[in-house]
């Protein structure tokens, strides 16, 4: 059984950091793609970030390039979303997510695994 556990989400003022992890189980994680997905309030979910099995290829949504990193250690099986320069249009709760495939990918088809959600609250 798949799992993916997210945390490191809080409520923090403009301007500041805050790095997200996600732990996975139940499947062999360097062989997949990871990604990062958000709600906003009365939002659908958005494309933030993605990273290939490897690591070695990233895609990021226009809205967060340059502001957010994505990462993954295959020996921790886990993923991470460092957020800087945060801005109150990034206040949502914030989903991990595990694909079908081993290169990056935006699309929400592509993923087939999804944790819990954590809330990023960001105040003006």
């Known amino acids: 059984q798949v799992q993916l556990v997210e945390s490191g989400g809080g409520l923090v003022q403009a301007g500041a950091s805050l790095k997200l992890s996600c732990a996975a189980s139940?499947?062999?994680?360097?062989?997949?793609?990871m990604g990062w997905f958000r709600q906003a309030p009365g939002k659908e979910r958005e494309f933030v970030a993605a990273?290939?099995?490897?690591?070695?290829?990233?895609v990021y949504a226009d809205s967060v390039k340059g502001r957010f990193t994505i990462s993954r250690d295959n020996a921790k099986n886990t993923v991470y979303l460092q957020m800087n320069s945060l801005k109150p249009e990034d206040t949502a709760v914030y989903y991990c997510a595990s694909g079908n495939r081993a290169y990056v990918v935006l699309k929400e088809y592509a993923y087939v695994y999804w944790g819990q959600g954590t809330q990023v609250t960001v105040s003006s």
């Open positions: 990273i290939s099995g490897s690591g070695s290829s990233t």
């Open positions: 139940g499947r062999t994680f360097s062989s997949y793609v």
